[in-house]
């Protein structure tokens, strides 16, 4: 029970005459003496002073004053600075150990404490066994598998209609048997003769192509298999969708179960279990997992880096193909046997590249950390599972629930804007060397909760030190003040759904302290928190926990070519470990259910229900509910702090008016300065957190942010787009700069369907326009100006 609710306790000192009439009118149901006949008074309470400034209230039950139910102590600090306040410091004694300041004169409160909050056992990161369970041929127990797929781009781009994706190939490779196998989805005379110009649904019948799919992936699940984890190059967003409907009906008609972990409509992983002991229980499963979220590149890149001392296992040269398989016309010109030939051994080259990728990725991390890749269906699991094994020497806290939240309402990403719009002069685009890496290595992060407070420990007479020193940090809910005098304010904030910095005065804020105190040093004020508008927070033990791990995948980089596996290995490790902190404790659950007991199942399960897929042709549909993990290895205070001193690294170069900065992108920046030449020049260097020159413009235009271009030195361009894949003209930058024209530019996009197991591609526009979404364009000087915001 909570104690407070059940007795009112005055603000007054517990040692004080006043505090104990108080207390008595405030509680009829309490008493200071022994009552045994009055069936309302149930509690009896004692005063025991302790000092002349300290006393203690124990409150027990009448009927057995030896159970004590709660007790506080009371402690009168005397300033003598200020003789006429007086303060009186208020510690519950519970679970949570809750701390109240109270004013003395005016009886009002100034701060609650609570001290150990969420700090339970249960409430840390597990360490991992250092591949205890890891056997050497585990990593031979994997199956790569590839689909080559046909449309008509011709008709799409004549006719601007959608056109089906179809696969025709599908090949397989199992590692450890070392064999493979491959079959055809489609009849060689519906290719060539019956693909309608614009179609929506495939030209054969879609029950045979689910039935090869079926018998195709039905020899792995076998006991044999148990454990297996089958890849596909991009299985979430494409082999994924085109058999996701074979591998239900699969469950549907052998009495297999599937499970799907899909995240942001993209299928992470499936787990396929089958035979059935009772009930729900299965004693065998197989896995789906997608090798592009493990190694972040193309599979052309990969096997040239991973396989480039066997050529005779890289990936093959695609352009050929492409045309094969994207157009028509050159369909026509093949024999069944040529046509099939082409495709199969194509896409059974794919399935052999893969695997040895895979086994030399498994391979190089099992020599290093002892740890099985099959086990982790992502880069950051992985990286996270080797930090947790090798690197993890101090405990780090689980953050949840009310704490998560706060925290990550200050949990914002890098500093992208755009200044000045255009230069015809030299600029220098320079990149910062592993920018979160480097604050993973040297600054002390927050790992655990120590102090939650309500109030202003200012107003307390606590010291800024008390919120934030060498070994503490805190999170805090506050007012901010930017200057409009500053140009390229740094602070960073949600304005309407969206990352801002601006001038002007933010209400209600969630910011991370030592962010805020850098900002306020360089800007000598500027930028700052308003006097006496701090109303909560959280304060964090702080401790260098990444270093180690940093600082020995950096140093392989350094040591190998860039050709070398190990170099990609370690940069995409170094990377990718920070955000698995951040993660949302939130999933999305799918459970495949039969049609008919939906119902049933959300009302016996009490699911929150996000959505109800009823797949074509079956009797299964998928209830996709929304589940907080409160046990999930997460703590957004690591991931919400890298990014606040990621964006103070970036941020002395920003506020310095004498630097022209043109564009900024999260961890790098165009000036037209040659920096070697300024007070920076100490900063360019090769190591962690050094400047790097990317690359020297001679004309450069920055539309807005993430939208960017220009032309190097040695005239070849350089365009950037997000959201747009096709190629862009300069000029057409230019013409949209200085004529502020809308531009409409064309590319095809693709639509998934998991319940139809299709893929189709449509014509897409994509409109280019200046706008004022982060801050006001100048046309006339082409440069931008910050947004001054008055609440």
């Not at 790569?144 to 089906?164: A, P, Q, R, Y």
């Not at 989805?185 to 090869?212: G, T």
């Not at 949840?400 to 230069?423: C, M, P, W």
Request: hydrophobic residues 40%; glycine residues 4%; proline residues 3%.
């Amino acid at each position: 029970m909570n104690p407070l609710s059940i007795f009112k306790l005055p603000l007054a000192f517990a040692g004080s005459h006043r505090f104990h009439q108080e207390f008595k009118k405030l509680n009829k149901n309490v008493s200071d003496e022994s009552i045994s006949d009055d069936y309302f008074i149930k509690y009896r309470f004692l005063i025991k002073e302790i000092n002349r400034n300290e006393s203690e209230v124990i409150i027990s039950l009448q009927e057995d004053p030896t159970i004590v139910i709660y007790k506080f102590k009371d402690k009168l600090v005397l300033l003598p600075k200020l003789e006429e306040e007086l303060l009186i410091e208020r510690t519950i004694m519970s679970k949570s150990n809750e701390v109240y300041i109270i004013d003395g004169l005016t009886h009002q409160l100034l701060l609650i404490k609570k001290f150990n909050v969420n700090n339970k056992p249960k409430g840390f990161l597990k360490p991992m066994s250092h591949g205890s369970k890891t056997s050497m041929e585990d990593l031979y127990k994997f199956i790569t598998f590839d689909l080559e797929s046909i449309t008509n781009l011709d008709s799409l781009k004549n006719e601007g209609d959608k056109v089906l994706f179809e696969p025709v190939v599908l090949s397989s490779y199992d590692f450890y048997e070392r064999q493979g196998t491959s079959v055809q989805l489609k009849k060689y005379k519906d290719i060539v003769e019956n693909i309608p110009a614009k179609s929506n649904e495939p030209s054969f019948p879609r029950d045979e192509k689910i039935k090869i799919i079926q018998e195709h992936f039905i020899q792995y699940l076998n006991k044999k298999y148990h454990k297996y984890v089958l890849y596909a190059h991009n299985f979430s967003s494409f082999d994924g969708i085109l058999i996701f409907e074979s591998l239900v009906k699969m469950c549907e008609e052998y009495d297999y179960k599937l499970d799907p972990l899909i995240k942001d409509n993209k299928i992470i992983s499936v787990k396929m279990r089958f035979g059935r002991v009772s009930g729900t229980k299965y004693r065998y499963y197989i896995e789906f997992h997608d090798s592009l979220l493990l190694l972040l590149s193309s599979l052309e890149k990969l096997s040239k880096t991973f396989l480039k001392d066997n050529p005779e296992l890289q990936k093959m040269n695609n352009k050929a193909l492409l045309k094969l398989l994207l157009n028509e016309n050159y369909r026509n010109e093949l024999s069944e046997l040529e046509f099939y030939d082409r495709i199969t051994s194509y896409c059974e080259r794919d399935t052999v590249s893969l695997a040895f990728i895979i086994f030399t990725f498994a391979h190089l991390i099992y020599n290093r950390y002892q740890l099985n890749i099959h086990k982790y269906p992502t880069l950051p699991s992985l990286a996270f599972a080797i930090f947790k094994s090798k690197y993890m020497k101090t405990k780090i806290q689980q953050i949840q629930g009310e704490v998560n939240q706060f925290i990550r309402n200050s949990y914002t990403g890098g500093h992208v804007d755009a200044y000045k719009l255009y230069s015809n002069k030299l600029t220098y685009m320079y990149d910062f060397i592993s920018l979160y890496p480097t604050v993973m290595s040297k600054f002390k992060l927050p790992i655990r909760l120590i102090n939650h407070f309500k109030g202003n420990p200012l107003d307390a007479n606590y010291s800024i030190d008390y919120l934030n020193s060498d070994e503490l940090a805190s999170f805090i809910k506050c007012d901010i003040f930017v200057d409009s005098s500053i140009n390229r304010p740094v602070f960073q904030t949600r304005i309407n759904n969206k990352t801002m910095c601006a001038t002007g005065l933010f209400k209600n804020q969630h910011v991370f302290l030592p962010e805020m105190l850098e900002y306020s040093r360089l800007t000598n004020n500027k930028i700052r928190i308003i006097d006496g508008s701090i109303t909560e927070g959280y304060i964090f033990k702080c401790e260098n926990i990444f270093y180690d791990y940093i600082n020995s995948l950096f140093e392989i980089k350094k040591s190998v070519n860039k050709n070398d596996p190990m170099y990609l290995i370690s940069k995409i490790l170094m990377n990718s470990l920070y955000g698995r902190f951040g993660l949302k404790p939130a999933l999305s659950q799918f459970s495949m259910v039969d049609t008919h007991l939906i119902d049933t199942f959300i009302l016996e399960n009490k699911l929150h229900v996000s959505d109800i897929i009823e797949m074509i042709d079956s009797n299964k549909s998928f209830i996709v509910s929304n589940k907080v993990i409160d046990t999930l290895d997460i703590n957004v205070a690591i991931s919400s702090a890298i990014t606040a001193y990621a964006r103070t690294i970036m941020a002395p170069l920003l506020l310095d008016e004498s630097i022209p900065v043109l564009y900024t992108d999260t961890d790098s920046f165009v000036t037209e300065i040659d920096l070697s030449l300024t007070k920076y020049k100490h900063v360019i260097h090769n190591n962690l957190g050094g400047l790097k020159l990317e690359n020297i413009f001679k004309e450069f235009i920055a539309i807005s942010p993430k939208v960017y271009g220009g032309i190097l030195l040695n005239d070849s361009k350089i365009i950037k787009v997000k959201g747009f894949k096709n190629k862009i003209e300069f000029e057409t930058f230019k013409d949209l700069l200085f004529n502020n024209k809308n531009i409409i530019l064309n590319q095809s996009k693709w639509f998934k369907s998991f319940k139809n197991g299709s893929i189709n591609i449509k014509n897409n526009p994509y409109t280019l326009s200046m706008n004022e979404n982060k801050r006001i364009i100048d046309f006339n000087s082409l440069t931008t100006k910050p947004y001054h915001i008055i609440p």
